[in-house]
Protein backbone atom coordinates (compact mmCIF):
# COMPACT_ATOMS: atom_id res chain seq x y z
CA UNK A 1 0.00 0.00 0.00
CA UNK A 2 1.45 3.54 -1.61
CA UNK A 3 -0.61 5.66 1.29
CA UNK A 4 -0.95 4.50 4.92
CA UNK A 5 -3.92 7.08 5.22
CA UNK A 6 -7.16 7.45 3.77
CA UNK A 7 -8.69 10.21 6.13
CA UNK A 8 -11.39 12.00 4.15
CA UNK A 9 -14.12 10.00 5.81
CA UNK A 10 -12.15 9.84 9.08
CA UNK A 11 -11.87 13.81 9.70
CA UNK A 12 -15.05 14.22 8.77
CA UNK A 13 -16.55 12.06 11.61
CA UNK A 14 -13.92 13.04 13.81
CA UNK A 15 -12.89 16.54 13.59
CA UNK A 16 -14.16 17.19 16.82
CA UNK A 17 -11.62 14.76 18.26
CA UNK A 18 -8.48 14.75 16.18
CA UNK A 19 -7.31 17.26 13.84
CA UNK A 20 -5.22 16.03 10.33
CA UNK A 21 -2.48 18.33 9.45
CA UNK A 22 -0.57 18.01 6.33
CA UNK A 23 3.48 18.42 6.34
CA UNK A 24 3.38 19.90 2.68
CA UNK A 25 2.01 22.86 1.51
CA UNK A 26 -0.13 21.49 -1.97
CA UNK A 27 0.33 23.18 -5.04
CA UNK A 28 -3.11 25.09 -4.43
CA UNK A 29 -3.02 26.75 -0.94
CA UNK A 30 -5.81 25.32 1.51
CA UNK A 31 -5.67 26.91 4.84
CA UNK A 32 -7.60 24.45 7.28
CA UNK A 33 -8.26 21.16 8.19
CA UNK A 34 -9.13 20.10 4.65
CA UNK A 35 -5.49 19.55 4.16
CA UNK A 36 -5.99 15.76 4.82
CA UNK A 37 -7.43 14.88 1.01
CA UNK A 38 -3.71 15.24 0.30
CA UNK A 39 -1.88 12.03 0.47
CA UNK A 40 1.02 13.82 2.55
CA UNK A 41 2.28 13.09 5.80
CA UNK A 42 -0.23 13.55 8.79
CA UNK A 43 -0.01 14.59 12.23
CA UNK A 44 -2.97 14.39 15.23
CA UNK A 45 -3.83 17.42 16.84
CA UNK A 46 -6.50 16.63 19.46
CA UNK A 47 -7.53 20.14 20.18
CA UNK A 48 -7.50 22.86 17.52
CA UNK A 49 -5.06 25.37 17.16
CA UNK A 50 -4.57 26.31 13.35
CA UNK A 51 -6.56 29.08 11.67
CA UNK A 52 -10.19 28.60 11.98
CA UNK A 53 -13.15 31.09 11.22
CA UNK A 54 -16.01 31.36 13.58
CA UNK A 55 -19.01 29.60 11.78
CA UNK A 56 -21.58 32.34 10.78
CA UNK A 57 -24.11 30.36 9.32
CA UNK A 58 -24.29 31.19 5.36
CA UNK A 59 -20.99 31.93 4.46
CA UNK A 60 -19.81 29.00 1.63
CA UNK A 61 -18.15 25.91 2.61
CA UNK A 62 -15.33 26.71 0.59
CA UNK A 63 -14.98 29.98 1.72
CA UNK A 64 -14.85 28.87 5.10
CA UNK A 65 -11.78 25.93 4.39
CA UNK A 66 -14.00 23.30 5.81
CA UNK A 67 -14.71 19.87 4.06
CA UNK A 68 -17.11 20.01 1.35
CA UNK A 69 -18.62 16.77 1.88
CA UNK A 70 -21.85 16.23 2.74
CA UNK A 71 -23.60 12.99 4.70
CA UNK A 72 -24.86 12.18 0.93
CA UNK A 73 -21.42 12.32 -0.91
CA UNK A 74 -20.25 10.38 2.03
CA UNK A 75 -22.63 7.13 1.58
CA UNK A 76 -21.46 7.45 -2.25
CA UNK A 77 -17.54 6.83 -0.60
CA UNK A 78 -17.90 3.33 0.43
CA UNK A 79 -15.62 1.41 -1.70
CA UNK A 80 -14.83 -1.91 -2.70
CA UNK A 81 -11.59 -2.38 -0.76
CA UNK A 82 -10.91 -4.41 2.66
CA UNK A 83 -9.15 -2.45 5.12
CA UNK A 84 -8.90 -1.29 8.91
CA UNK A 85 -7.44 1.19 10.28
CA UNK A 86 -6.80 1.73 13.91
CA UNK A 87 -6.03 5.21 15.93
CA UNK A 88 -4.79 5.68 19.86
CA UNK A 89 -3.88 9.08 21.39
CA UNK A 90 -3.20 9.76 24.70
CA UNK A 91 -1.85 12.46 26.96
CA UNK A 92 -1.87 15.30 29.67
CA UNK A 93 -5.37 15.73 31.72
CA UNK A 94 -6.43 12.33 31.05
CA UNK A 95 -6.63 12.95 27.39
CA UNK A 96 -7.52 9.76 25.94
CA UNK A 97 -9.26 9.06 22.20
CA UNK A 98 -9.55 5.63 20.11
CA UNK A 99 -10.71 5.54 16.36
CA UNK A 100 -11.39 2.60 14.79
CA UNK A 101 -12.25 2.49 10.93
CA UNK A 102 -13.07 -0.78 8.90
CA UNK A 103 -13.76 -0.86 5.26
CA UNK A 104 -15.36 -3.82 3.40
CA UNK A 105 -17.43 -4.59 -0.19
CA UNK A 106 -20.33 -2.03 0.47
CA UNK A 107 -19.29 -1.29 3.80
CA UNK A 108 -18.33 1.48 5.68
CA UNK A 109 -17.58 1.42 10.00
CA UNK A 110 -16.31 4.60 11.45
CA UNK A 111 -16.41 4.33 15.27
CA UNK A 112 -14.68 7.13 17.92
CA UNK A 113 -14.89 7.70 21.39
CA UNK A 114 -13.03 10.55 23.81
CA UNK A 115 -13.01 10.90 27.50
CA UNK A 116 -11.33 13.95 28.22
CA UNK A 117 -10.70 15.07 32.15
CA UNK A 118 -9.68 18.40 30.57
CA UNK A 119 -7.29 21.29 32.63
CA UNK A 120 -10.23 23.16 34.57
CA UNK A 121 -12.11 20.89 37.85
CA UNK A 122 -15.49 19.85 36.61
CA UNK A 123 -14.83 20.49 32.95
CA UNK A 124 -14.54 17.01 31.70
CA UNK A 125 -16.23 15.33 28.64
CA UNK A 126 -16.92 11.71 27.17
CA UNK A 127 -17.80 11.81 23.36
CA UNK A 128 -18.98 8.86 21.04
CA UNK A 129 -19.29 9.33 17.62
CA UNK A 130 -20.26 6.45 14.90
CA UNK A 131 -21.03 6.31 11.13
CA UNK A 132 -22.25 3.41 9.54
CA UNK A 133 -22.73 3.01 6.03
CA UNK A 134 -24.16 0.43 3.65
CA UNK A 135 -24.57 0.06 0.19
CA UNK A 136 -27.29 -2.23 -1.05
CA UNK A 137 -27.18 -3.43 -5.05
CA UNK A 138 -25.87 0.09 -7.16
CA UNK A 139 -28.28 1.58 -6.39
CA UNK A 140 -29.36 1.92 -2.94
CA UNK A 141 -27.62 3.22 0.08
CA UNK A 142 -28.26 3.75 3.88
CA UNK A 143 -26.32 5.82 6.51
CA UNK A 144 -26.45 6.56 9.73
CA UNK A 145 -24.22 8.62 12.07
CA UNK A 146 -24.37 9.52 15.67
CA UNK A 147 -23.08 11.93 18.29
CA UNK A 148 -23.44 11.49 22.06
CA UNK A 149 -21.55 14.17 24.20
CA UNK A 150 -21.38 14.00 28.28
CA UNK A 151 -20.17 17.19 29.98
CA UNK A 152 -19.98 18.44 33.11
CA UNK A 153 -19.87 22.06 33.51
CA UNK A 154 -18.32 24.12 36.31
CA UNK A 155 -19.42 27.18 36.61
CA UNK A 156 -16.14 30.13 37.49
CA UNK A 157 -15.95 30.54 40.92
CA UNK A 158 -17.84 27.44 41.27
CA UNK A 159 -17.19 24.89 44.23
CA UNK A 160 -19.07 22.49 44.48
CA UNK A 161 -22.12 23.99 42.01
CA UNK A 162 -21.65 22.46 38.51
CA UNK A 163 -24.53 20.98 35.74
CA UNK A 164 -24.04 18.02 33.13
CA UNK A 165 -24.92 18.57 29.29
CA UNK A 166 -25.76 16.06 27.84
CA UNK A 167 -26.06 16.14 23.69
CA UNK A 168 -27.04 13.60 21.44
CA UNK A 169 -27.61 13.99 17.49
CA UNK A 170 -28.63 11.79 14.51
CA UNK A 171 -28.93 11.70 11.35
CA UNK A 172 -30.53 8.36 9.26
CA UNK A 173 -30.40 8.77 5.62
CA UNK A 174 -32.12 6.34 2.74
CA UNK A 175 -31.06 7.01 -0.66
CA UNK A 176 -32.47 5.44 -3.92
CA UNK A 177 -30.30 6.25 -7.43
CA UNK A 178 -30.58 6.61 -10.38
CA UNK A 179 -28.41 7.96 -13.72
CA UNK A 180 -30.49 11.35 -13.53
CA UNK A 181 -32.37 11.55 -10.18
CA UNK A 182 -32.17 10.52 -6.67
CA UNK A 183 -34.33 9.95 -4.02
CA UNK A 184 -33.63 10.68 -0.21
CA UNK A 185 -35.58 9.94 2.70
CA UNK A 186 -34.38 11.71 5.93
CA UNK A 187 -34.60 11.59 9.59
CA UNK A 188 -32.77 13.69 12.16
CA UNK A 189 -33.32 14.00 16.21
CA UNK A 190 -31.15 16.27 18.27
CA UNK A 191 -31.25 16.81 22.05
CA UNK A 192 -29.34 18.72 24.65
CA UNK A 193 -30.80 19.14 28.29
CA UNK A 194 -35.04 19.92 28.00
CA UNK A 195 -34.31 21.39 24.67
CA UNK A 196 -35.32 18.69 21.57
CA UNK A 197 -35.23 19.08 17.44
CA UNK A 198 -36.65 16.31 15.19
CA UNK A 199 -37.18 16.07 11.50
CA UNK A 200 -38.18 13.81 8.66
CA UNK A 201 -37.46 14.96 5.15
CA UNK A 202 -38.08 14.03 1.39
CA UNK A 203 -35.73 14.62 -1.12
CA UNK A 204 -35.95 14.64 -4.82
CA UNK A 205 -32.49 15.54 -7.03
CA UNK A 206 -32.78 15.41 -10.50
CA UNK A 207 -30.06 16.58 -13.51
CA UNK A 208 -31.00 17.26 -16.77
CA UNK A 209 -28.11 18.28 -18.83
CA UNK A 210 -26.12 21.92 -17.16
CA UNK A 211 -29.77 21.75 -14.76
CA UNK A 212 -29.90 21.03 -11.55
CA UNK A 213 -33.61 20.17 -10.06
CA UNK A 214 -34.29 19.97 -5.71
CA UNK A 215 -37.39 19.45 -4.25
CA UNK A 216 -37.44 19.26 -0.55
CA UNK A 217 -40.41 18.42 1.49
CA UNK A 218 -39.89 17.97 5.20
CA UNK A 219 -41.41 18.30 9.32
CA UNK A 220 -39.43 20.17 11.74
CA UNK A 221 -40.13 20.54 15.56
CA UNK A 222 -37.58 22.67 17.22
CA UNK A 223 -38.39 23.68 20.91
CA UNK A 224 -42.09 22.45 20.68
CA UNK A 225 -42.69 24.68 17.84
CA UNK A 226 -43.78 22.78 15.01
CA UNK A 227 -42.61 23.64 11.18
CA UNK A 228 -43.62 22.39 7.86
CA UNK A 229 -40.56 22.81 5.52
CA UNK A 230 -41.05 23.21 1.30
CA UNK A 231 -37.61 23.62 -0.81
CA UNK A 232 -37.90 24.41 -4.16
CA UNK A 233 -34.55 25.59 -6.41
CA UNK A 234 -33.38 24.73 -9.72
CA UNK A 235 -28.89 25.72 -10.45
CA UNK A 236 -27.34 26.40 -14.11
CA UNK A 237 -23.77 25.23 -14.29
CA UNK A 238 -21.32 25.60 -16.24
CA UNK A 239 -17.20 25.72 -16.10
CA UNK A 240 -17.13 29.28 -14.84
CA UNK A 241 -20.35 29.90 -13.15
CA UNK A 242 -23.10 28.62 -11.34
CA UNK A 243 -26.45 30.35 -10.58
CA UNK A 244 -29.60 29.12 -8.63
CA UNK A 245 -32.39 30.13 -7.21
CA UNK A 246 -34.50 28.37 -4.24
CA UNK A 247 -37.85 29.35 -2.90
CA UNK A 248 -37.94 28.22 0.35
CA UNK A 249 -40.89 27.75 2.88
CA UNK A 250 -40.48 27.23 6.83
CA UNK A 251 -43.71 27.17 9.11
CA UNK A 252 -45.66 30.78 8.01
CA UNK A 253 -42.80 32.05 6.37
CA UNK A 254 -41.71 32.27 2.86
CA UNK A 255 -38.17 33.61 1.25
CA UNK A 256 -36.72 33.38 -2.05
CA UNK A 257 -33.24 32.63 -1.58
CA UNK A 258 -30.78 33.52 -5.29
CA UNK A 259 -26.76 33.00 -5.17
CA UNK A 260 -24.23 32.64 -7.96
CA UNK A 261 -20.56 31.72 -8.14
CA UNK A 262 -18.33 32.92 -10.73
CA UNK A 263 -14.68 31.59 -11.02
CA UNK A 264 -11.99 32.19 -13.96
CA UNK A 265 -8.10 30.16 -13.66
CA UNK A 266 -5.61 31.17 -15.95
CA UNK A 267 -2.02 30.32 -16.05
CA UNK A 268 -2.61 29.69 -12.04
CA UNK A 269 -4.29 32.42 -11.18
CA UNK A 270 -7.87 31.94 -10.16
CA UNK A 271 -10.51 34.81 -9.17
CA UNK A 272 -13.83 33.73 -7.51
CA UNK A 273 -16.83 35.78 -6.25
CA UNK A 274 -20.38 35.41 -5.71
CA UNK A 275 -23.42 35.76 -3.00
CA UNK A 276 -25.07 33.48 -1.39
CA UNK A 277 -28.28 33.50 0.96
CA UNK A 278 -29.53 30.98 3.68
CA UNK A 279 -33.10 30.62 5.39
CA UNK A 280 -32.79 27.82 8.46
CA UNK A 281 -32.52 27.15 11.84
CA UNK A 282 -29.20 27.69 13.59
CA UNK A 283 -27.24 24.51 14.09
CA UNK A 284 -25.54 24.87 17.45
CA UNK A 285 -25.75 21.12 18.77
CA UNK A 286 -22.67 20.23 18.57
CA UNK A 287 -21.19 23.80 19.15
CA UNK A 288 -23.32 24.23 22.36
CA UNK A 289 -22.99 20.60 23.48
CA UNK A 290 -19.44 20.58 23.60
CA UNK A 291 -18.14 23.75 24.82
CA UNK A 292 -17.71 24.46 28.26
CA UNK A 293 -18.91 28.20 28.28
CA UNK A 294 -21.68 27.67 26.15
CA UNK A 295 -25.18 26.81 27.20
CA UNK A 296 -29.09 26.49 25.62
CA UNK A 297 -32.13 26.85 27.55
CA UNK A 298 -35.26 25.44 26.61
CA UNK A 299 -36.18 28.70 23.85
CA UNK A 300 -36.76 28.60 20.78
CA UNK A 301 -34.03 30.26 18.09
CA UNK A 302 -36.25 31.35 15.04
CA UNK A 303 -34.81 30.57 11.58
CA UNK A 304 -31.64 32.76 10.49
CA UNK A 305 -31.95 34.79 7.29
CA UNK A 306 -28.26 35.55 5.87
CA UNK A 307 -27.20 37.04 2.81
CA UNK A 308 -22.87 37.32 2.49
CA UNK A 309 -21.19 38.63 -0.90
CA UNK A 310 -17.76 36.89 -0.99
CA UNK A 311 -14.60 37.21 -3.63
CA UNK A 312 -10.85 35.55 -3.44
CA UNK A 313 -8.01 36.09 -5.95
CA UNK A 314 -5.63 33.03 -5.55
CA UNK A 315 -2.24 32.60 -7.29
CA UNK A 316 1.56 32.54 -7.41
CA UNK A 317 4.83 35.20 -7.67
CA UNK A 318 7.64 33.99 -8.11
CA UNK A 319 7.24 30.73 -6.10
CA UNK A 320 5.39 32.00 -3.53
CA UNK A 321 1.64 31.15 -3.40
CA UNK A 322 -0.73 34.04 -1.90
CA UNK A 323 -4.69 33.94 -1.76
CA UNK A 324 -6.73 37.80 -0.88
CA UNK A 325 -9.96 36.88 0.42
CA UNK A 326 -12.95 39.07 1.64
CA UNK A 327 -17.07 38.54 2.63
CA UNK A 328 -19.86 40.90 3.58
CA UNK A 329 -22.38 39.55 5.51
CA UNK A 330 -25.41 40.16 6.62
CA UNK A 331 -27.52 38.53 9.52
CA UNK A 332 -31.51 38.84 10.02
CA UNK A 333 -32.57 36.93 12.86
CA UNK A 334 -28.76 35.95 13.44
CA UNK A 335 -27.81 34.81 17.91
CA UNK A 336 -24.84 35.84 19.81
CA UNK A 337 -24.22 34.94 23.45
CA UNK A 338 -25.01 36.79 26.66
CA UNK A 339 -25.27 35.22 30.43
CA UNK A 340 -28.71 35.64 30.39
CA UNK A 341 -29.78 34.69 34.12
CA UNK A 342 -25.97 35.10 35.51
CA UNK A 343 -25.05 31.98 35.64
CA UNK A 344 -21.75 32.49 34.55
CA UNK A 345 -22.74 30.20 31.40
CA UNK A 346 -23.52 31.72 28.03
CA UNK A 347 -26.61 31.33 26.27
CA UNK A 348 -27.57 32.14 22.48
CA UNK A 349 -30.08 35.10 22.29
CA UNK A 350 -30.96 37.06 19.35
CA UNK A 351 -30.09 39.78 17.47
CA UNK A 352 -32.14 40.46 14.73
CA UNK A 353 -29.86 42.50 12.60
CA UNK A 354 -26.07 41.92 12.41
CA UNK A 355 -23.24 42.90 9.60
CA UNK A 356 -19.85 40.96 9.37
CA UNK A 357 -16.94 41.73 7.69
CA UNK A 358 -14.05 39.75 7.11
CA UNK A 359 -10.82 40.11 5.15
CA UNK A 360 -7.43 38.63 4.87
CA UNK A 361 -4.35 36.98 2.77
CA UNK A 362 -2.32 34.14 3.47
CA UNK A 363 1.63 33.60 1.55
CA UNK A 364 3.46 30.26 1.34
CA UNK A 365 6.48 28.70 -0.03
CA UNK A 366 7.28 25.32 -0.46
CA UNK A 367 10.43 23.78 -0.87
CA UNK A 368 11.81 20.15 -1.40
CA UNK A 369 11.59 19.42 2.20
CA UNK A 370 10.87 22.39 3.71
CA UNK A 371 7.87 25.02 3.87
CA UNK A 372 6.48 28.14 5.19
CA UNK A 373 3.21 29.80 5.56
CA UNK A 374 1.64 32.45 7.06
CA UNK A 375 -1.95 34.54 7.45
CA UNK A 376 -3.81 37.16 8.43
CA UNK A 377 -7.35 37.72 9.05
CA UNK A 378 -9.29 40.23 10.31
CA UNK A 379 -13.10 40.61 11.41
CA UNK A 380 -15.11 43.82 11.53
CA UNK A 381 -18.71 42.87 13.27
CA UNK A 382 -21.22 44.29 15.53
CA UNK A 383 -19.68 44.85 18.51
CA UNK A 384 -22.82 43.14 20.03
CA UNK A 385 -21.90 40.06 18.73
CA UNK A 386 -20.03 37.53 20.99
CA UNK A 387 -17.49 35.45 20.55
CA UNK A 388 -15.56 36.89 16.88
CA UNK A 389 -12.18 37.87 17.49
CA UNK A 390 -11.10 40.85 15.98
CA UNK A 391 -8.25 39.32 13.97
CA UNK A 392 -6.06 36.22 13.60
CA UNK A 393 -2.81 35.61 12.89
CA UNK A 394 -0.48 32.75 12.21
CA UNK A 395 3.12 31.13 11.18
CA UNK A 396 3.57 27.18 10.30
CA UNK A 397 6.89 25.61 9.30
CA UNK A 398 7.81 22.16 8.57
CA UNK A 399 9.67 19.51 6.96
CA UNK A 400 9.99 15.95 6.26
CA UNK A 401 13.27 14.21 6.00
CA UNK A 402 13.14 10.60 5.26
CA UNK A 403 10.07 8.54 7.44
CA UNK A 404 10.56 11.99 9.82
CA UNK A 405 8.00 14.99 9.59
CA UNK A 406 7.82 17.66 11.63
CA UNK A 407 5.32 20.70 12.41
CA UNK A 408 5.59 23.80 14.17
CA UNK A 409 3.13 27.02 14.04
CA UNK A 410 2.65 29.78 15.80
CA UNK A 411 -1.22 31.23 15.91
CA UNK A 412 -2.35 34.54 17.64
CA UNK A 413 -5.90 35.42 18.52
CA UNK A 414 -7.02 38.60 18.42
CA UNK A 415 -9.39 40.01 21.59
CA UNK A 416 -12.92 38.59 21.59
CA UNK A 417 -16.24 40.53 23.05
CA UNK A 418 -18.65 38.26 24.98
CA UNK A 419 -21.78 40.49 25.83
CA UNK A 420 -20.20 43.32 27.97
CA UNK A 421 -16.87 42.08 28.81
CA UNK A 422 -13.27 41.42 26.76
CA UNK A 423 -11.01 39.16 26.80
CA UNK A 424 -8.02 39.87 25.46
CA UNK A 425 -6.39 37.90 22.63
CA UNK A 426 -2.85 35.66 23.12
CA UNK A 427 -0.43 33.78 21.43
CA UNK A 428 -0.07 29.97 21.21
CA UNK A 429 2.74 27.90 19.75
CA UNK A 430 2.62 24.33 19.41
CA UNK A 431 5.31 21.54 17.25
CA UNK A 432 4.00 17.89 16.12
CA UNK A 433 6.59 15.36 15.17
CA UNK A 434 5.78 11.88 13.08
CA UNK A 435 7.74 9.07 12.81
CA UNK A 436 7.18 6.09 9.71
CA UNK A 437 8.06 2.77 11.42
CA UNK A 438 6.52 1.10 8.54
CA UNK A 439 4.77 1.91 5.44
CA UNK A 440 1.54 0.75 8.20
CA UNK A 441 2.26 2.09 11.07
CA UNK A 442 3.26 5.69 12.45
CA UNK A 443 3.94 7.31 15.74
CA UNK A 444 3.26 10.69 16.81
CA UNK A 445 3.65 13.49 19.28
CA UNK A 446 2.24 16.81 19.65
CA UNK A 447 3.37 19.58 22.25
CA UNK A 448 0.51 22.58 22.27
CA UNK A 449 1.44 25.57 24.35
CA UNK A 450 4.81 24.99 24.79
CA UNK A 451 5.70 28.89 26.18
CA UNK A 452 2.63 27.88 28.65
CA UNK A 453 0.75 31.32 28.12
CA UNK A 454 -2.00 32.13 30.16
CA UNK A 455 -5.53 32.82 28.02
CA UNK A 456 -9.28 33.17 28.52
CA UNK A 457 -11.22 31.31 25.23
CA UNK A 458 -14.30 33.01 27.31
CA UNK A 459 -14.87 35.28 30.64
CA UNK A 460 -13.65 32.98 33.49
CA UNK A 461 -12.50 30.12 31.43
CA UNK A 462 -9.10 29.67 31.08
CA UNK A 463 -7.36 28.13 28.00
CA UNK A 464 -5.45 24.94 28.22
CA UNK A 465 -1.84 25.60 29.23
CA UNK A 466 1.02 23.29 28.35
CA UNK A 467 -0.17 19.97 27.38
CA UNK A 468 0.94 16.92 25.07
CA UNK A 469 -0.28 13.79 23.24
CA UNK A 470 1.35 10.82 21.55
CA UNK A 471 -0.26 7.78 19.96
CA UNK A 472 -0.16 5.73 16.83
CA UNK A 473 -1.86 4.84 14.04
CA UNK A 474 -1.81 1.34 12.44
CA UNK A 475 -3.67 -0.04 9.12
CA UNK A 476 -3.88 -3.60 8.52
Known sequence: MKCLFTFAVFFLISSSLIYG??????????TGSDRNIYKTPVFFYPHQFQINFPHTPGIPEQYLKKPTSTKNEKVADVGTKNFKELTVCAGKFGYISSD?????????????ALHDNSYRRRDGKNIIEAHIQKSFAENIDFA????????????????????KKHTVTTDTKLILK?????????GTKNSLGELEQTGVFFILNNKIGKFD????????????????????????????????????????????????????????????????????????????????????KNVFLPPEEIYSIYAGFYGKITGVDFS????????????????IDNDNLYEPSVLKDNFTNMTGFTLSKKFEKFYIESGHFRFNQNKKKSGFPESTSYFKAGFVEGKLSSDF????????IFDSEKVKGYTIFSTAISYNVTPDLKLFFRFNNILGNDYEIAPGYPGRPFDFIAGFQARW
Not at 21 to 30: A, F, G, K, M
Not at 324 to 339: A, F, M, R, T
Not at 409 to 416: A, C, F, T, V
Request: charged share 20%; hydrophobic share 40%.
Open 144 to 163: FDLWNCIKEVSPPGGFLTYK
Open 324 to 339: IEGQISYEKLGYHWLD
Open 178 to 186: QQDYRITFA
Open 21 to 30: QNIEIPETVV
Open 213 to 296: FNAELGFNEFADEKNRIVDLSGQYRNENLAVAITIKNIGDEIRVLPSANFQVEKDGTKFQAGFSSTFSFPDLWKIAGEQPHLDM
Open 100 to 112: ILLNYPGWHLNLS
Open 409 to 416: QLIYEGNQ
